[in-house]
């Protein structure tokens, strides 16, 4: 069995270099991420340039996403490392000033308004907590519960519903416009708390613009999961700062639940942050890492998110290869008859359209047909991809080949799970486009003579419309 799990990797200084970059393509890589909170703008595209050339060189399907930096707050430039201990007291103040002794700036204006009394601020992913005791003139009291080193100009996280900045930023637009005019494949945004907050992005729906990843990474994100989920084209369960947010006991139940949910409405959905951590600097991951990679396969993720262990880390190729491999094992294992069954309860909601209803009744029809007649392929033919990630919600042990004309959706569906995608000229009449896929899937070795293929596409140009289910054998 091929790997059905997709695997997304951070590029960055440690995998900027296209010798690299070819390396994590041949390991596996699906979509390169390119985090826009480093880096100019010119940096960032100039990033996403050469991914293409490689990808293209290589002769890889490889997707390309933006990561929207988001309402970012920072602590101001620790000029050398510093060590905050345990039980210490320091001043947070705004500012954009260095970082001196027991005063930190923060680059966030409204601070002594918005932040209170018994509040919690993270540095980082957790290296330092603060808890905020009292005030003194332009200035907060916090002492520090729990100690470590800064260095830089670390990021520090402020309760969600403390923080005051809209998401997307003004800064995020402008990024916005340069990547989808250079034409990226898909956009993560940052710190979505509403439905309201994608709707904003305003970019044209997917495939015409990019798809569009919400980042679940706050409370009031959870609290309007489906919102939110149903306005993206994909949702991402950002750990690091969701973490930071919630009680770290409730967090792997938050991730079931998440990615359940996402999958049953029909998006992808990506687990990421510190997933092969060690791997930094290590050359292995540990039992716990493994393990956790694994589990994410379990609970049905469609993609593995690298971050640093990628853009920083010693051997990124050795990553995405050691994840690749704890992935395609785990989807060996994967419950697919139980996984379907739960889909089956979960999937129906109040149809967004009439073209919606009439796919999640037909993929459900797709997924019971392949499972009886022991169907190996489903083909799916479509403009958009969305006939290709409403089948994939149900897992089926059958190969998904998934044919567009959109050279956007083929690159978007790198993505799906189990999706293998493929690009044609042209979608034509229903008899000729079966031929027609037919034969690129035998000619590519996907088929052979004589299988019984499931064929599952729309009788007319619709985008979104599903209509149409052949079981064909393959001449």
């Known amino acids: 069995m091929n790997r059905r799990t997709k695997i997304i990797a951070s590029i960055g200084p440690a995998s900027d270099d296209e010798a690299t970059l070819k390396d994590m393509i041949e390991a ?97 992913d957790g290296s330092v907590i603060f808890r905020i005791t009292g005030s003194k003139g332009d200035r907060l009291v916090a002492n520090v519960e729990y100690g470590g080193s800064v260095m830089g100009k670390p990021g520090l996280h402020i309760p969600s519903e403390r923080l005051k900045i809209a998401t997307p930023t003004n800064e995020d637009l402008r990024l916005l416009d340069a990547f989808v005019t250079a034409g990226i494949d898909m956009v993560a945004l940052s710190f979505v708390r509403s439905a309201h907050d994608v ?81 930094i600097s290590a050359p292995a991951p540990t039992r716990a890492e493994a393990s956790d990679v694994a589990n994410a396969v379990f609970d049905g993720t469609s993609a593995v998110m690298l971050s640093a262990e990628t853009a920083v880390g010693q051997d990124p190729a050795n990553v995405i290869a050691t994840m690749a491999q704890i992935a395609q094992r785990a989807d060996e294992e994967f419950d697919y008859e139980g996984w379907a069954h739960q889909i089956k309860r979960d999937r129906l909601i109040e149809p967004q359209s009439v073209d919606s209803a009439v796919t999640d009744v037909m993929t459900m029809a797709t997924w019971r047909a392949a499972m009886e007649m022991g169907v190996k392929t489903i083909i799916c033919i479509s403009r ?92």
């Open 384 to 475: 958009s991809g969305f006939t290709v990630r409403a089948i994939a919600r149900f897992r089926p042990k059958a190969q998904i080949l998934g044919f567009s004309p959109e050279e956007r959706t083929v690159k978007q569906l790198a993505m799906s799970w189990g999706a293998t995608p493929i690009k044609i000229d042209r979608i034509e009449s229903n008899d000729e486009s079966v031929a027609n896929v037919l034969a690129i899937a035998k000619d590519q070795g996907h088929v052979r003579s004589g299988d019984v293929v499931a064929v599952l596409g729309g009788s007319s140009a619709t985008i979104g419309a599903t209509d149409t289910l052949r079981m064909v054998r393959c001449p």
């Open 199 to 279: 709707r904003r992005v305003g970019t044209e729906p997917a495939p015409r613009g990019p798809l569009i990843v919400a980042k679940i990474e706050t409370k009031a994100a959870v609290e309007n999961l489906d919102g939110i989920i149903l306005a993206s084209g994909a949702v991402m369960v950002a750990r690091g700062d969701l973490g930071a947010e919630c009680s770290l006991h409730e967090l792997p139940h938050l991730q079931k639940d998440i990615i359940a949910r996402c999958i049953a409405l029909g998006r992808p959905a990506i687990t990421a942050t510190q997933m092969l951590e060690s791997m």
């Open 28 to 124: 596996g890589m699906d979509v390169a991420r390119i985090n826009l909170s480093h880096g100019t703008l010119e940096d960032g595209l100039e990033r996403y340039r050469r991914i293409r050339t490689v990808a293209e060189t290589s002769g890889k399907n490889v997707a390309i996403m933006a990561d929207l930096p988001g309402p970012k707050v920072r602590l101001g430039l620790f000029e050398e490392k510093r060590h905050l201990g345990t039980g210490e007291e320091v001043y947070l103040t705004p500012g954009t000033g260095p970082s001196v002794k027991d005063t930190l700036t923060v680059d966030y204006p409204s601070l002594l308004q918005d932040i209170h009394l018994g509040d919690k601020l993270i540095v980082g």
